[in-house]
């Protein structure tokens, strides 16, 4: 049973375009939700995050969007750039991030120069 | 500049044998967690620690997994015996109060 579900395996844009990686999540309860990046034998890094008092956070190319009624995120990456393409993993936690993080299964962006 | 270290970051073993990794947390993280990655699900949560304490290992099959904290330096998660089904990328990941984890950079298992 995922609780936060990433329905794309992968997405492939060009550079300079906008890359926009889907979220849904099921439960109500989350409060906190993070995006982590990932490149190959590499650990997740963390990117952006966005508690649910809020519906967007912005830090430089990266735009997270929160929908509380529809459970859903996204992050948006504009410009898109090479060096973006990595694996993309939406978490969510309760309690503002201080309990567990619940990952969904990643999605592979590959930005096309 | 801190980080999780984690050991092996690659091991090779025959099925039965016994598997021990490793996590040095960041100093001063007071969270400590074990997931597993393969392709069908994901990261996975394993088992949490939060100021040494183990608070949920619901996600490690009990009978051939284990997950402690010797100290506030060391976490091992240990598998015995290993089967090929056991065969993913583990991370350890740390974290202080405000929610992000800092990863380790993975073991990779394969089990024979």
């Known amino acids: 049973d995922q609780q936060v579900k990433q329905n794309s395996p992968s997405l492939s844009v060009q550079e300079g375009r906008i890359s926009i990686l889907n979220c849904d999540y099921t439960?109500?309860?989350?409060?906190?939700f993070l995006w982590y990046k990932k490149y190959p034998a590499e650990g997740p890094t963390f990117l952006i995050s966005?508690?649910?008092?809020?519906d967007k956070n912005e830090d430089g190319r990266f735009t997270v969007f929160l929908n509380k009624s529809a459970k859903h995120l996204s992050l948006h990456i504009v410009p898109s750039q090479p060096g973006d393409s990595a694996v993309y993993f939406c978490a969510a936690s309760f309690q503002g991030g201080s309990e567990k993080l619940v990952f969904g299964k990643g999605t592979k962006l590959t930005v096309n120069p | 500049d801190a980080r999780v270290t984690q050991t092996p970051r690659d091991k090779v073993t025959e099925m039965g044998q016994e598997v021990t990794m490793r996590c040095q947390p960041i100093l001063g993280h007071n969270t400590v967690f074990w997931y597993r990655q393969t392709m069908m699900q994901g990261l996975e949560l394993l088992a949490y620690?939060?100021?040494?304490?183990?608070?949920?290992d619901s996600g490690m099959p009990k009978d051939r997994f284990s997950a402690e904290m010797p100290d506030a330096t060391l976490a091992t998660l240990k598998i015995q015996p290993s089967e090929p089904r056991d065969s993913a990328v583990y991370f350890c990941?740390?974290?202080?109060?405000?929610?992000?984890?800092?990863f380790g950079e993975g073991s990779r298992l394969t089990v024979l």
């Open positions: 966005i508690s649910s008092i809020k």
């Open positions: 439960n109500s309860m989350f409060d906190y």
């Open positions: 990941a740390s974290g202080g109060f405000d929610g992000e984890l800092f």
């Open positions: 620690f939060r100021n040494r304490a183990p608070l949920d």
